[in-house]
């Protein structure tokens, strides 16, 4: 029951800006929109949240659109060990689980 | 500050036995949930615990059962295992559910 539509797949070359979208089309107004990645067979690792400002913290910067229907996450500058799956989720805060899509899996090449 | 610890790492099991998982929370996290994953199902959520109350559950056959101790490490248990449950299974400790969720490294269970 996932909210949130992502590309399948995406490359990016090493050095340069990952910019990934997330379209959230039906999200409501108390739901912020959380990024996660997961390292093959590791467990997904939180980057980042927000609700409708852009966010930047050590790892990446949150776009969100004003009237909040897509979203963009950016890896500043991209390195190999970036290549992951990148979920994009849309919850209430005070939901318990996170319902995970199927993600964009990005691949950084040298 | 130490991350999630699942363990073991790896497990193999035979059909019909039965197994436990464990996961330590991060130090100060009250709700622990489960996930599982398979390549074909994807990531799908099984249940979450606070304060040694199971607050929610996925859509997962009553096999499926967890418990939350006083100092917040969780085990789960399936029952009567069946080939479709080879699976990553991943916990994720949070402060009190929802925000931030912290993931291990997870268990890897194989049933054969």
């Known amino acids: 029951d996932a909210k949130t539509t992502q590309p399948t797949s995406m490359d990016c070359a090493e050095g340069r800006a990952a910019n990934l979208p997330c379209n959230h089309s039906?999200?409501?107004?108390?739901?912020?929109v959380y990024w996660y990645r997961q390292i093959h067979s590791q467990g997904p690792q939180y980057i980042i949240h927000?609700?409708?400002n852009n966010e930047t913290n050590e790892m990446a910067s949150l776009i969100i659109t004003e009237d909040r229907k897509s979203s963009t996450l950016i890896l500043p500058h991209a390195t190999l060990r970036d290549t992951a799956v990148y979920y994009c989720i849309v919850r209430v805060v005070s939901d318990y689980k996170l319902s995970f899509g199927a993600g964009t899996t990005v691949t950084v090449r040298a | 500050k130490a991350g999630v610890t699942q363990t073991p790492r790896y497990l193999i099991k035979t059909r019909g036995q039965q197994v436990t998982l464990s996961c330590s929370p991060i130090s100060g996290h009250r709700s622990v949930s489960w996930y599982q994953q398979t390549p074909g199902q994807g990531l799908q959520f099984l249940f979450e615990y606070f304060s040694e109350t199971q607050r929610n559950k996925g859509n997962f056959p009553g096999r499926f059962s967890g418990r939350q101790f006083s100092n917040s490490r969780s085990e789960m248990n399936v029952s009567t295992l069946e080939l479709g449950d080879s699976a990553l299974y991943l916990c994720?400790?949070?402060?009190?559910?929802?925000?931030?969720?912290?993931f291990g490294q997870g268990t890897r269970l194989t049933v054969v």
């Open positions: 039906t999200i409501s107004g108390n739901e912020y």
């Open positions: 994720a400790s949070s402060l009190r559910g929802g925000y931030e969720a912290f």
């Open positions: 927000g609700l409708k």
